[in-house]
């Protein structure tokens, strides 16, 4: 079966230091991975998404990056983290391809920047 | 612009009863709506819905596509205190990176 990871499960973090969120997925290969924020008990915004490995695509400009080293592995940067950048990030994976699929998440990332 | 919109924001029932959750969609190229559920941590699938008029069903839950008015409806009847969550729609376009766009999410509370 498949399962999401993501770490650290929580991190506060200090006005202008860098991040490193990261993501993995096992049992499965090649799968579409995104990175969504999630403003305290509200929607999740869409930041990136990944169709296979380097190839990054970024919905909302901002001073985060996304990398996709590995087929099952996808990473969130930040050179230096913003107090606006405080909030709940999800990494999910979905089945590649353009068939009937829906996304499944990881545990998330409480981010508090202070 | 892609857009979803939830109703309402937030909504605190009693054990037992019946909740109707609301969501309108504004996609481009619509193949899909989905709701998840969100207790703490990561949300969890519940439905996904692609035919309009056709209602999926699961125990209390069931869901329904009207396409015509680009709405989804979510019902919870017998409500109980462990339905308390965030329910969340996204509406899925024809693309290849099977991207969703969320709503603002409902939370739902439920009272014993």
């Known amino acids: 079966s498949q399962t999401i990871h993501q770490w650290p499960a929580t991190l506060v973090q200090p006005v202008g230091s860098p991040l490193s969120l990261e993501c993995t997925v096992e049992?499965?290969?090649?799968?579409?991975l995104y990175w969504y924020r999630q403003a305290a008990g509200r929607g999740l915004q869409l930041l990136f998404y990944?169709?296979?490995?380097?190839?990054i695509s970024s919905e909302v400009p901002q001073n985060l990056s996304a990398s996709r080293p590995q087929d099952r592995q996808f990473i969130l940067s930040s050179k230096k983290l913003l107090l606006s950048d405080s909030g709940f990030y999800l990494c999910?994976?979905?089945?590649?391809?353009?068939?009937?699929?829906?996304?499944?998440f990881g545990p998330g990332t409480r981010l508090t920047v202070l | 612009e892609d857009k979803v919109v939830q109703s309402p924001l937030s909504l605190v029932v009693h054990e037992g009863d019946t909740v109707t959750l609301n969501c309108s969609y504004e996609?481009?190229?619509?193949?899909?709506l989905l709701w998840y559920k969100q207790e703490k941590k990561a949300p969890t699938f519940l439905f996904m819905l692609?035919?309009?008029?056709i209602e999926k069903k699961s125990g209390r839950l069931s869901s329904i596509l009207d396409k015509k008015e680009l709405s989804s409806i979510l019902n919870i009847t017998a409500t109980q205190t462990g339905d308390s969550a965030i329910y969340l729609c996204?509406?899925?376009?024809?693309?290849?990176?099977?991207?969703?766009?969320f709503g603002g999410g409902t939370r739902l509370m439920v009272k014993p």
């Open positions: 049992g499965t290969s090649n799968p579409n």
């Open positions: 996609v481009t190229n619509f193949r899909s």
């Open positions: 990944s169709v296979g490995i380097g190839q």
């Open positions: 999910a994976w979905s089945v590649s391809g353009m068939s009937y699929n829906e996304q499944f």
């Open positions: 692609t035919s309009s008029g």
């Open positions: 996204a509406a899925r376009p024809f693309n290849a990176g099977n991207m969703l766009t």
